[in-house]
């Protein structure tokens, strides 16, 4: 946790979000399971002057089926599964958040990065203006009639990603009339990216005080050689520098997403914890979720071991496979020598 981070305490904030948690083996998705649930809705950086987490008692489950804290800042590790009084608490994820610190100028922030960083940055953007032959935009829409306007146009887009694919897109995590209470709050504001008037990819993000958090996002698979996920985020990065209304761009939790790397400057642990009542549904569920994770551990030790024997087996039978080259290698003549 860096000094850069430090805000002074405040109160916790609490909101009521669907919570869509998806059950995922390797490659295959078994489905997954909504929760309507009460999530903690303080800006990041304010969590760092609490360094325990928040307390959780049985009365923030009533009109819930969970509680959610995504994205915890931790300083040491936490055991999978407690068992406060009366609850279940289940930390599901455990990895790194991704921060933006909006100072100064875009043009500083770029100048941050490494320069193999920039050179593929300006590589992407190049290549995307040269694809729709003008400059890059992306069009934000703020307020209740934007977002819904908004959702009308990232709705089909997000069917066709891959979270789409898996039952994890927008329509399932983010209903709509969820964005456009946020939105009319003034804490909710959706951004499209375009290829002429076409509607390419988008991004959600919330707003919690002056930190603005990444949420759902994706891109049309068709338009993906042209990289439309990193342009939009990098027309984002440039639109919010440009205000000065944030403190912080808040990517999220993602190691698996390379893309996050390039454009982050603080990374800080993090852990997200589910609360549920201590019954039997949600204790199967835990358990049969730590049974997965534990499992494909499991396989992907088996394939590593099989694919290291694979490679000793290879080793002898390509030597006899090969006698040419271990001909030329005992027929080689020593290099002349004189005493």
């Not at 950086?45 to 609490?50: G, K």
């Not at 394939?303 to 002898?316: D, N, W």
């Amino acid at each position: 946790m860096t000094e850069e981070l430090t805000s002074p305490a405040v109160p916790l904030e609490w909101i009521e979000k669907t919570h869509f948690f998806p059950i995922i083996f390797g490659r295959f998705q078994f489905g997954g399971v909504s929760w309507r649930t009460r999530q903690l809705w303080t800006a990041f950086p304010a969590f760092l002057n609490h360094p325990q987490l928040p307390s959780v008692s049985r009365h923030h489950l009533e009109g819930v089926e969970a509680v959610c804290i995504a994205g915890f800042p931790v300083s040491k590790s936490s055991p999978t599964l407690q068992f406060p009084p009366g609850m279940i608490q289940f930390m599901s994820w455990s990895d790194t958040r991704f921060l933006i610190p909006i100072t100064d100028t875009f043009k500083a922030y770029l100048q941050s990065r490494s320069r193999n960083t920039r050179t593929k940055l300006n590589q992407k953007i190049r290549r995307w203006r040269d694809f729709v032959r003008k400059e890059p935009t992306i069009k934000e829409f703020r307020g209740a009639p934007q977002m819904g306007e908004f959702y009308s146009i990232a709705g089909p887009i997000s069917q066709k990603t891959w979270q789409g694919k898996l039952g994890a897109g927008l329509e399932t995590v983010d209903r709509p009339e969820e964005l456009v209470r946020l939105a009319a709050a003034g804490q909710a504001r959706g951004y499209i990216l375009y290829c002429g008037g076409q509607p390419v990819a988008f991004q959600l993000c919330y707003v919690q005080g002056t930190t603005m958090v990444t949420s759902q996002t994706g891109y049309d698979p068709a338009y993906a050689e042209y990289s439309p996920g990193t342009v939009q985020l990098y027309l984002l990065l440039e639109k919010v520098f440009a205000e000065g209304e944030m403190e912080y761009l808040d990517l999220m939790e993602g190691t698996p997403f390379p893309y996050k790397s390039s454009f982050v400057t603080q990374r800080v642990p993090s852990m997200r914890f589910l609360y549920f009542r201590r019954r039997p549904g949600p204790f199967c569920f835990v358990l049969f979720f730590i049974f997965l994770k534990e499992l494909q551990k499991f396989a992907q030790l088996v394939k590593k071991v099989i694919l290291r024997s694979l490679e000793v087996v290879k080793r002898p039978f390509f030597a006899k496979s090969n006698p040419r080259r271990l001909s030329a290698t005992n027929d080689r003549k020593p290099s002349a020598h004189t005493e």
